[in-house]
């Protein structure tokens, strides 16, 4: 048995676990990260970065059918989904070998192997071959991020009910899917699948697609889905689901106890996820938790002292970018930083890489309003944009919710090309506190997208041009 002696331990190396190791390496700690399986956790090697390259692809190969109306005629018969499969896996292996060499760059030891706190500082971790060491340490992180929910009935096999880690691994494509819940991971998957061919039908409890996303955003995406025939059923639940000669049937009750059926050849269960918190020593720590998720304060402190959480495993949204940042907040925490700021869920960006894409932060208009603000909405539609016309990307807008006493922007909602894009220069001013006429008085390059987003800050002002 090894004994390893260190600053800092870090259990799980996702993009929580393996931005904090860094950042603490920086900051002049000696760190050991404990991994079960590959560098990178989810988001590089089953949930991010797969998804991206595939959306890439789906896109590609959506544009060249579009060729056409330049008078181009390809020949897309030799389209083979093994190889846009091989693709999404490359990406994903490249950027995991990459958090490799930045924890060799860092001088950061990896650990291959289960880890498991025994006691405040003290962790064992069980490795590939059944080897076992200890790591004592005087902080540690709990990054070990979270895991596909399945529903009752509808148990994962991964070859006809699949959850999003079945999804990223096909090697070809089914001629029809269902898909229950159309949050974020479920509209995306829609879009590839439909993309390459597949019918897709998208069923979702609540009543509206992307459910906590401003309803016209989710309406622009719905509108556009419903173009390329994916079939939604909202106010809609899965009741089981039989195997037929032909594949499975599924039975849906919708509105007013509706039932109906519909056929499929696999069904894609993607209705949210369950925080890695069994099985990791929790109960040698005394930490109880929260619907699965560890409570944890301001700068990701659990109730044990020198013990922190960060990412999926505490209940802030299950984002990469809010897993990274909560390790950066937890080691200069550890550290002493002097500048470290605790998390602000209204400057939380969320991006949906569907075409059109959804990205917003902060407040609707129905929840500022409910908050006690007196919000208001300026909506800028994306045709009045010369860039998304020329570009054939009219269908969109951009949605700023402010307080018409203060102008305070409260949140923005963007549904369209490059929306991931552009929000972040609503964010920025909203971080810094700026009004709309500062956004508004700034020349933006023309023609881009990003004159929606001054468009829609000069319709505050009662001044917009294009509309
Ligand atoms: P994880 O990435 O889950 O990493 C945790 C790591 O801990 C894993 O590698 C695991 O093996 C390891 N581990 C667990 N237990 C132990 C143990 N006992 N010992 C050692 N190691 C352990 N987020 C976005 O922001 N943008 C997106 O576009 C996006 N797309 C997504 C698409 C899909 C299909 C999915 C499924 C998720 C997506 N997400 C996206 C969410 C994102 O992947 C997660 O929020 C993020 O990975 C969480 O990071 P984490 O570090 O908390 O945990």
Redo the contacts with the bound molecule.
């Keep these: 048995m090894s004994e390893i002696t260190t600053d800092l331990a870090i ?8 931005v904090a190791a860094i950042r603490a390496a920086q900051l002049g700690l000696k760190v050991t990260i ?15 970065i ?3 390259a595939l959306i890439h692809q789906a896109e590609v190969f959506t544009h060249a059918q579009e060729a056409e109306s330049l008078g181009i005629k390809l020949d897309l018969s030799g389209f083979d989904y093994s190889k846009v499969f091989k693709k999404s896996r490359s990406a994903a292996d490249r950027l995991s070998k990459g958090v490799g060499s930045l924890m060799k760059k860092n001088e950061i030891q990896v650990l291959s ?4 706190i025994l006691e405040p500082g003290l962790i064992e ?1 069980n490795g590939p071959k059944d080897e076992t060491s200890t790591v004592k340490a005087k902080d540690i992180i709990i ?6 929910r399945s529903i009752p009935g509808f148990d994962f096999d991964e070859e006809t009910v699949l959850s ?2 079945g999804a ?1 691994m096909l090697k070809e494509l089914p001629k029809r899917l269902v898909i229950l819940g159309a949050g ?2 479920g509209c ?1 998957f829609a879009h590839i699948m439909n993309s390459f061919g597949t019918k897709v039908t998208l069923v979702e409890m609540l009543d509206q697609i992307l459910p906590i996303e401003d309803p016209e955003a989710s309406k622009v995406l719905a509108e556009d889905f419903k173009k390329r025939k994916i079939d939604i059923h909202v106010k809609t639940r899965a009741l089981g689901f039989k195997k037929t000669k032909d594949g499975l049937s599924v039975e849906l009750e919708g509105p007013d106890e509706k039932k109906s059926s519909v056929s499929t050849d696999k069904l894609l269960v ?1 209705v949210g ?1 369950i925080p ?1 918190t069994e ?2 020593g929790l109960e040698n720590l005394g930490i109880t938790t929260d619907k699965g998720f560890i409570p944890v304060e301001d700068y990701c402190q659990t109730s044990v002292p020198h013990v922190y959480a ?4 505490v209940a802030t949204p ?6 990274s940042k909560e ?1 950066e907040i937890a080691v200069e925490h550890i550290a002493g930083h002097s500048t470290t700021t605790r998390i602000d869920l209204t400057l939380i960006p969320s ?1 949906v ?1 569907t075409e059109p894409e959804i990205a917003s932060f902060g407040l609707t208009k129905e929840k500022a309003i409910m908050k006690g603000f007196a919000a208001e909405a300026a909506i800028f539609p994306y045709r009045g944009s010369g860039k998304a016309v020329a570009t054939d990307a009219a269908e969109g807008i951009v949605k700023i919710v402010y307080d018409t006493e203060s102008k305070e922007i409260l949140g923005a909602h963007i549904a369209g090309s490059r929306a991931t894009e552009i929000l972040h220069e609503v964010l920025l001013a909203s971080a810094s506190e700026l009004l709309p006429e500062d956004i508004a008085s700034m020349i933006h390059a023309h023609p881009t997208l990003s004159e929606t987003v001054m468009e829609s800050m000069k319709l505050i002002q009662g001044a917009a041009v294009h509309i």
């Design positions: 259990l799980g190396a996702g993009p929580g676990g393996y404990i991994e079960k399986d590959k560098l990178g956790g989810v988001c590089l090697n089953i949930g991010c797969p998804s991206k192997g289960t880890g498991t971790v990054a070990t991020g979270s895991r596909p999003s880690n990223l974020a991971i995306e993607v996820r890695n099985g990791i960060i990412g999926d495993v299950l984002l990469a970018h809010v897993a390790g991006a890489y």
